[in-house]
């Protein structure tokens, strides 16, 4: 081959890769992380029984790994990780009721880590309430949390956050898909067999819109992202001017359960794979990330959305937000900085915290923007936020959302 020839090849060859938006992108990182497959530790799904005092673990979100006598008064409540090592956020979920009324210290002992979680009781798995501070403590050590109960036989639940399980999340897809513009399907399994939801918004046709993506649950325990996910959505399905010109507009793409088999396992971090799946968005290795990016690039590319910004709804210590810092400019740069403007202006008493970094780690926020160039935003909620400001600051960030969106349409 002459090398004219060669150079043609060549240049042949980086132009097809430059057109690489085409189809589900692998990415390289610095520090690549192995995300394949490692074994986890299930639970033995039981009820336990000793002296007339009962604990189970047989219900979807359940964490328990073993119970016993300590002493008269004393029980001991295991809680062990799926696998090593992990993150610290020691969740427990477990019901525990008494044959005779009867006063008891509950031990949460945690194999691995620290106490995180204040704990909440309910009786119904619905109604939740925080346990009252005086009613428990860490003074024994870190990773033992004694509480003081008063048990009946009606069987209590105690977790370290509300159960919000795969039978909540299919309550609230049945519940928005009675809107004309939401239409719920499942896109796939996850690695233990489980269904992949995903909610498609839009109103009238989907080809040739923008589109946002707003997913959630990639970490089991993180309840009060998905809270935030779910309100942000209703709003984007509110019947009002803004909304209803949002979706003739926009298309939405939800998927709002990412790791259903860690979620019903009651895992601390991992999915079934024993693997942080968000960790996972250069290779998809793993089930559930395979399954919705591939959903996603396809569905977006057969009616040719251009997806200008990816949501991930997650929870931490606080409410902040993991933004691209600002050398990595989105198709709709400098989105965020406005965004988070309107979200401050809507709270007196709330100012956001924006946490910007590079392109570090195969996480969905820095792949939202290598794959569609959009701007890839984790949204989180503090663990113990008031769920009423969750939900609030959910729908104040739909709307500046969608203002800007819009005006931004409006603009051109
Ligand atoms: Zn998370």
Redesign the pocket.
């Known amino acids: 081959m002459k090398a004219s020839n060669i150079l043609t090849l060549v240049f042949i060859i980086l132009l097809t890769s430059c057109k690489s938006s085409k189809g589900l992108l692998f990415h390289e990182y610095p520090n690549p992380v192995d995300t394949s497959t490692k074994q986890v530790m299930l639970q033995k799904r039981m009820e336990y029984e000793v002296n007339g005092v009962h604990a189970d673990n047989l219900f979807e979100g359940a964490r328990l790994n073993n119970f016993a006598q300590v002493s008269n008064t004393m029980f001991r409540a295991t809680i062990s990780p799926e696998n090593k090592p992990i993150n610290a956020s020691a969740y427990y979920a477990l019901r525990i009721w008494s044959e005779e009324p009867r006063d008891i210290e509950l031990e949460l002992y945690y194999t691995e880590h620290e106490h995180r979680y204040i704990p909440k009781l309910s009786y119904d798995g619905i109604h939740w309430i925080n346990m009252h501070e005086s009613d428990f403590d860490t003074l024994k050590a870190p990773n033992i949390a004694t509480l003081k109960l008063n048990l009946t036989k009606d069987k209590l639940f105690i977790a370290g956050q509300e159960l919000h399980t795969m039978k909540h999340v299919r309550n609230w897809v049945n519940k928005i898909q009675k809107h004309r513009d939401a239409r719920h399907s499942i896109i796939g399994k996850s690695k233990l067999d489980m269904d992949m939801h995903f909610v498609d918004i839009y109103n009238g046709t989907p080809d040739n819109k923008k589109a946002i993506v707003v997913m959630t649950r990639?970490?089991p325990p993180?309840v009060t992202g998905h809270y935030a996910a779910e309100s942000f959505v209703e709003e984007i399905l509110a019947n009002n001017a803004l909304s209803n010109s949002f979706r003739k507009q926009f298309r939405v793409l939800v998927y709002p359960l990412m790791n259903p088999d860690g979620v019903n396992e009651g895992h601390w971090r991992h999915n079934a794979g024993g693997i942080d799946l968000?960790r996972d968005w250069a290779e998809y290795k793993q089930s559930e990330p395979k399954v919705v990016a591939t959903h996603m690039v396809k569905t977006t590319e057969q009616a040719n959305n251009n997806v200008v910004v990816g949501l991930d709804f997650?929870?931490?210590q606080k409410d902040l937000y993991y933004t691209l810092s600002d050398d990595l400019k989105s198709s709709i740069y400098p989105f965020k900085d406005f965004w988070m403007r309107g979200i401050d202006n809507t709270f007196d008493d709330y100012t956001p915290d924006d946490r910007p970094s590079t392109l570090n780690q195969p996480i969905t926020k820095t792949w939202f923007y290598q794959q569609f160039g959009a701007e890839g935003i984790t949204y989180e909620i503090g663990d113990e936020t008031p769920r009423d400001f969750v939900r609030a600051k959910g729908k104040a960030a739909a709307i500046e959302l969608m203002q800007l969106l819009v005006l931004r349409e409006e603009d051109k």
């Open positions: 990639q970490h993180e968000n997650h929870s931490t």
